[in-house]
């Protein structure tokens, strides 16, 4: 557990104290792919939120947030966390508790919660809710959650404010669900203050196992290694290249998962030519990523909205090193990449087409120098979570602090909707009460 020692001393912000507070319930781990929930942790607490935050975090992952400004407890580090059979049933009745005990606001993320937020709702109608959503999934992706999505049906607009993290996604989420009140959009980036700085020649080799790379243009990956991320597809791209180039690839999932894609990049690419490793801590790959010549990021367009409309942290991250980003063809990422010339797109989702963006970008030394020194400064200046996430960020902490009495934005009709050029769909169009409103931040450069 953490505990807040923050020593800022700023007589415009208020203390803790005399602060909002807030009760974060998450059922997924802000340790590694949802760091977007930390960040927005962090500029929520720096504004003198008194945040406690509870989730779903492994045992061995939660001392990297002793050094976080707000407490930091995991549902697995209770009494009940060790017996298998027992967790859930527990847990659930747990967050149940923690919502009806709590003087708090309180913050849910996704839908694993639902159940739970309404009863609380029910029982205490005057609780203040937010809905994180870092994902988009109906019925038809999970089968298996029928049950919790009529739930979600039935209550999609218990929650006060929803806040998403890519503008086409939260324009589905509203015709699909429902949703009378427009979402706040705080894409996911990361904070120019998470950049270690550069580490030194020669680490990235280090992290990968210690052995020296091979002199070929290094395509580093850093995420997961589940089907969605398709990573078969990375491989077999790179497989087929007539120019070589060097797949270096740290990844975080079940040790037979990892030991499969292993096998799979041995037979496929070789060793010469290909290393999957072990995730790596965040901060030393960020340190480190400078030192490889471009980043890649695949989410297969047709599996379902949330992959074809992507919203990952790692292409920010990419961005913030200076790396330029190949990536598959979702709408987000060419809006992002190719729009601000920092990268490119697959044409489709085969891995022919993949392989040949790859070689584009690799082959031409003059511009992929060029798109370095853009892709660095292009962060800086516009796509930070600093940037990115100001407006909304402020607007919510408006409504935290009471001085706004309702949602994000005006109830939903067809005049305040907008088109969005990624996907036809409506997106969100809202004056805020914090400076020139939140248009810019919501249609955003997901």
């Known amino acids: 557990m953490a505990v807040m020692t923050s020593t800022d001393n700023s007589t415009e912000r208020p203390s803790r104290k005399s602060g909002p507070k807030l009760l974060v319930l998450s059922p997924v781990s802000p340790m590694r792919a949802y760091s977007g929930l930390k960040y927005l942790c962090d500029a929520l607490t720096d504004l003198g939120v008194d945040i406690e935050l509870w989730g ?6 939660v001392g990297e947030a002793r050094d976080w400004r707000y407490p930091v407890r995991s ?10 059979r027992f967790r859930m049933w527990a847990m659930w009745w747990h967050v149940l508790l923690l919502g009806l005990l709590t003087k708090r606001d309180i913050l849910y993320v996704d839908l694993t919660f639902i159940r739970q937020i309404a009863l609380i709702k029910a029982i205490r109608p005057k609780k203040r809710l937010i809905h994180y959503c870092p994902e988009y999934y109906t019925e038809q992706d999970k089968p298996y959650d029928r049950a919790l ?43 120019l203050r998470a950049l270690p700085p550069p580490s030194p020649e020669g680490t990235l080799a280090r ?38 180039a060097f ?24 060793g010469h030519r290909a290393r999957i490793c072990d995730a790596a801590p965040r901060g030393l790959l960020l340190a480190a990523m400078h030192e490889a010549d471009a980043a890649i990021m695949y989410y297969p367009v047709d599996m379902c909205l949330n992959t074809k409309y992507c919203a990952p942290s790692k292409v920010y991250e990419y961005l913030s090193a200076g790396l330029p980003v190949v990536s598959s063809a979702n709408p987000s990422m060419r809006e992002l990449l190719m729009d ?37 400064a292009q962060f800086i200046q516009e796509l930070s979570y600093e940037q990115l996430s100001r407006e909304p960020i402020a607007h919510l902490f408006d409504w935290l602090s009471g ?37 810019r931040s919501s249609s955003g450069c997901m």
């Open 403 to 439: 001085r706004l009495k309702k949602g994000a934005g005006p109830e939903l009709t067809r005049g305040n909707l907008a088109k969005s050029p990624g996907c036809g769909a409506p997106v969100p169009v809202f004056q805020s009460a914090v400076g020139d409103g939140c248009q």
């Open 149 to 191: 999505f009529r739930c979600y049906r039935r209550h999609s607009n218990m929650a006060d404010m929803v806040v998403d993290v890519e503008r086409n996604r939260a324009a589905l989420r509203m015709l699909e669900f429902g949703l009378t009140r427009m979402p706040l959009v705080i894409p996911n980036s990361i904070p």
């Open 340 to 376: 601000r010339d920092v990268g490119t797109c697959a044409a489709d989702d085969s891995s022919a087409e993949l392989k040949d963006a790859i070689a584009r970008l690799l082959s031409d030394r003059p511009r992929l120098n060029a798109i370095r020194v853009r892709a660095r």
């Open 207 to 244: 992290l990968a196992g210690g052995t020296p790379l091979p002199g070929l243009p290094i395509l580093l990956y850093c995420g997961g290694a589940g089907p969605e991320t398709g990573i078969e597809t990375i491989i077999d791209a790179v497989a087929d290249m007539a120019t070589p």
């Open 247 to 270: 797949f270096l690839a740290f990844c975080y999932g079940t040790n037979e998962r990892l030991a499969a894609l292993r096998e799979l990049c041995e037979r496929k690419v070789g």
């Open 56 to 61: 779903l975090i492994p045992r061995e992952l």
């Open 75 to 84: 549902f697995l580090c209770t009494w009940y966390g060790s017996i298998r």
